[in-house]
């Protein structure tokens, strides 16, 4: 690796890091947290009768998006500790012309969170339309 390469590379993982907190993560924070305030503030509305159906339903939408909000937060995390350990990486092989690239569990660890996120917020929407299912019109 030349020098150019290295600050290319360098400046690419810095570009990287940086944007870390991308759009896919804020879309599921804005839509989660959303989701959440939306469904708590028009709760009277949407069950206009004394007994509310399928409130297991709510408080799952509401514990999905909660886990969504978690994951998409330490995914942030995870990415700054990825960048930190590519930072390292290529100090260290400045110069060396034959290295082989390594991962990190930081790197699995965010595509796992940013996954695992959108999983939880698509399953919490399908749960907070049951509930709104279960309760609008009856």
């Given at each position: 690796m030349d020098r150019n390469e290295y600050l290319e590379y360098r400046a690419e993982t810095l570009r990287?890091?940086?944007e870390q907190i991308g759009k896919y993560g804020r879309a599921i924070l804005v839509l989660s947290s959303g989701a959440i305030a939306l469904s708590v503030t028009s709760?009277?509305?949407?069950?206009?009768k004394e007994e509310v159906?399928?409130?297991c339903a709510l408080v799952f939408a509401w514990s999905l998006f909660g886990t969504s909000l978690f994951l998409i937060v330490f995914s942030e995390y995870a990415g700054f500790r990825?960048?930190?350990?590519n930072f390292k990486q290529v100090d260290q092989v400045y110069g060396q012309d034959d290295y082989i690239w390594k991962t990190t569990r930081w790197n699995h660890c965010v595509e796992f969170c940013n996954i695992t996120a959108g999983l939880a917020f698509s399953l919490g929407a399908v749960a907070l339309m049951w509930?709104?299912?279960e309760n609008i019109g009856s």
């Amino acid at each position: 690796m030349d020098r150019n390469e290295y600050l290319e590379y360098r400046a690419e993982t810095l570009r990287s890091a940086s944007e870390q907190i991308g759009k896919y993560g804020r879309a599921i924070l804005v839509l989660s947290s959303g989701a959440i305030a939306l469904s708590v503030t028009s709760l009277d509305s949407i069950t206009r009768k004394e007994e509310v159906d399928g409130l297991c339903a709510l408080v799952f939408a509401w514990s999905l998006f909660g886990t969504s909000l978690f994951l998409i937060v330490f995914s942030e995390y995870a990415g700054f500790r990825a960048a930190h350990f590519n930072f390292k990486q290529v100090d260290q092989v400045y110069g060396q012309d034959d290295y082989i690239w390594k991962t990190t569990r930081w790197n699995h660890c965010v595509e796992f969170c940013n996954i695992t996120a959108g999983l939880a917020f698509s399953l919490g929407a399908v749960a907070l339309m049951w509930f709104a299912y279960e309760n609008i019109g009856s």
